[in-house]
């Protein structure tokens, strides 16, 4: 089965789906040039019941890339906001096992309250949302896939809010590149 028709069948985005067009998984990898539809790949792969057998990273891997995406944006929040930036500290914890997932829902809702707050401000407001998603994302294993991708769109959104597509781009350029130093691709089912 080739990557497309894994695609189909996980449901991802049209867009997606047409960009990959016959790329096998390693060429997608290679060239992808958005953090979000490859955080959506791997949380998605993650949750697949065979996933060790793949070789695709565990539910704590691709929340610190989601983590790593999210803190892309702190650039965008006030020095004295520190809500955001405590979220990625505190779930870095928890993927290290120093922080409670209790802990982590608590850090997620004072950074979703900081995004709250600064909403007139669409960067500080993206970038807060950023380190909230990755925050949910470990919080909730289940929808994982959905989370560290809206990280990463957020975090990304943080830089055109402030700026042009050109910003845009360059961030998601960044996000995949940490994204790939971090998650390697594993193997699809029949590869």
Request: hydrophobic share 50%; net charge positive; with cysteine.
């Amino acid at each position: 089965m080739k990557l497309k028709d894994h695609l189909q069948k996980m449901e991802a985005c049209g867009p997606a789906i047409k960009w990959v067009g016959n790329k096998t998984l390693y060429q997608a990898w290679r060239q992808c040039k958005r953090a979000d539809w490859m955080l959506w790949l791997v949380a998605k792969m993650c949750q697949h019941p065979k996933r060790k057998k793949l070789g695709w990273p565990t539910h704590k891997q691709v929340v610190l890339a989601a983590c790593d995406c999210a803190e892309t944006s702190l650039i965008y929040v006030p020095n004295d906001e520190q809500r955001p930036a405590n979220a990625i500290k505190t779930t870095r914890a928890w993927c290290r096992g120093r922080a409670t997932i209790k802990e982590v829902k608590k850090a997620y809702d004072a950074a979703y309250a900081a995004a709250y707050a600064y909403a007139a401000y669409a960067a500080y407001a993206y970038a807060a949302y950023a380190a909230a998603y990755a925050d949910a994302a470990a919080a909730d294993a289940a929808a994982a896939y959905a989370y560290a991708a809206y990280a990463a769109a957020a975090a990304a959104d943080a830089a055109a809010a402030d700026a042009d597509a050109a910003a845009d781009a360059a961030i998601h350029k960044k996000m995949c590149k940490l994204i790939r130093k971090r998650l390697k691709p594993g193997r699809l089912p029949n590869d």
